[in-house]
């Protein structure tokens, strides 16, 4: 399974991005799938779950501002990112558990939100 993150880039405080990740090979039996992310200095945090039933979880620091959503059949999972903060700046990475093999990660998207 090969992840693609998109959608990532430079946007002001108070903004909006939409994260994409595309899913290509054999998606079969997706557990979960999901959004974390990686600030310079820090170590990578859960943003948001989204499971295969729909159930969602979402970091603290971004509920009531972030969506996540999927698409199942395709193994796609967005992230809507709206009243962005300077601390919402990182580098952001997708990240599907499927069922017996284990985690697959994109390679990831910046996104930086200038204050």
């Known amino acids: 399974v090969q992840l693609q993150a998109s959608g990532g880039g430079l946007v002001q405080a108070g903004g909006s991005l939409r994260l994409s990740c595309a899913a290509s090979?054999?998606?079969?039996?997706?557990?979960?799938m999901g959004w974390y992310r990686q600030a310079p200095g820090k170590q990578r945090e859960l943003v948001a779950l989204?499971?295969?039933?729909?159930?969602?979880n979402y970091a603290d620091s971004v509920k009531g501002r972030f969506t996540i959503s999927r698409d199942i059949a395709k193994g796609t999972v967005y992230l809507q990112m709206n009243s962005l903060k300077a601390e919402d700046t990182a580098v952001y990475y997708c990240?599907?558990?499927?069922?017996?093999?284990?985690?697959?990660w994109g390679r990831g998207t910046l996104v930086t939100v200038s204050s």
């Open positions: 989204i499971t295969s039933g729909g159930s969602t």
């Open positions: 990240n599907h558990h499927i069922a017996v093999r284990g985690d697959y």
């Open positions: 090979g054999n998606i079969f039996r997706i557990i979960h």
